[in-house]
């Protein structure tokens, strides 16, 4: 065995005994960069490289929205498996599945505090949780919301983000869409700014309800925003729809949102909209 093999063999062996990281590098799923995990994580989850805007979860938005001191609102559970639904999995298993990856109990989250000192009672939906779905317990948490806000008379802002109703809750999950209505007339009776903030993606029953009755629409860069799939709407129609059809920049030129804002400005352009919309 020659000294170049035998060198060689130690280094192999000293480069296999180091830990590296399995997290250290991202891969922007957009545009492919590879991005140094820190960095992208200080940078709000946003690729540096392209403007690709990374879902994230609620705890994560909580964070980069608050001032300091905010608090979690506590959710009732209501139940799991009214239906008794079953399709390739049983309805309790899928749930079970879905806590143990998220470590919530539903696919939305409330907080409340202050955002660039102005007060208000945040929701976000979660996409990690069964796609954001929305079912009974999301239907509780957004009336909780509305109420928290009704309470402690500040503007209610949810984040939303769902493939829409939940089909395992059939038309329990459809009966949401009239409730979150009424707790949006409840906010509108009490001259309290409901806020919008759609991101990727936002479809079915909830851009059909809550999603679209917002005092103000805002967007995050490049989300999917429609009720029924691109295809299935070009299959209807039997035409080619228009390039970033269903796109957030799209949308606002044809006035279903009103302001494309990037993560980082968000904080900021939500404080200023709060201190417009409410009095002083």
């Not at 609102?73 to 599945?97: E, G, M, V, W």
């Amino acid at each position: 065995m020659s000294w170049l093999t035998r060198s060689r063999q130690r280094l192999t062996s000293f480069i296999a005994r180091r830990e590296t990281p399995d997290n250290l590098w991202t891969k922007c799923k957009s545009c492919g960069a590879m991005l140094y995990t820190r960095e992208f994580e200080a940078n709000l989850s946003v690729c540096p490289e392209c403007g690709h805007h990374e879902r994230i979860r609620a705890e994560q938005r909580f964070e980069m929205l608050f001032d300091p001191g905010w608090e979690q609102i506590a959710l009732t559970s209501p139940p799991d498996d009214p239906l008794h639904f079953k399709d390739q999995k049983r309805y309790p298993d899928r749930l079970k599945a879905a806590r143990s990856a998220t470590g919530e109990q539903d696919a939305m989250q409330l907080a409340q505090g202050q955002i660039r000192g102005r007060q208000a009672v945040v929701g976000v939906q979660d996409f990690a949780f069964m796609g954001g779905s929305m079912g009974i317990a999301v239907g509780n948490a957004f009336v909780t919301a509305a109420r928290a806000a009704i309470a402690a008379k500040c503007p209610f802002v949810l984040f939303t983000a769902a493939g829409g109703a939940r089909m395992q809750e059939g038309i329990l999950s459809l009966m949401q869409m009239p409730a979150t209505t009424v707790a949006i007339q409840e906010l509108k009776d009490a001259k309290l700014p409901y806020i919008v903030v759609l991101t990727d993606p936002t479809t079915g029953g909830v851009t059909a309800s809550y999603a679209m009755l917002g005092d103000v629409h805002l967007s995050e860069p490049r989300a999917l925003i429609g009720f029924a799939g691109a295809r299935v709407i070009e299959s209807t129609i039997r035409q080619k729809l228009p390039e970033g059809f269903q796109r957030a920049e799209f949308l606002v030129e044809h006035g279903m949102v009103d302001m494309v804002v990037t993560r980082q400005d968000l904080a900021d352009t939500l404080g200023r909209l709060i201190g417009l919309l409410t009095p002083a």
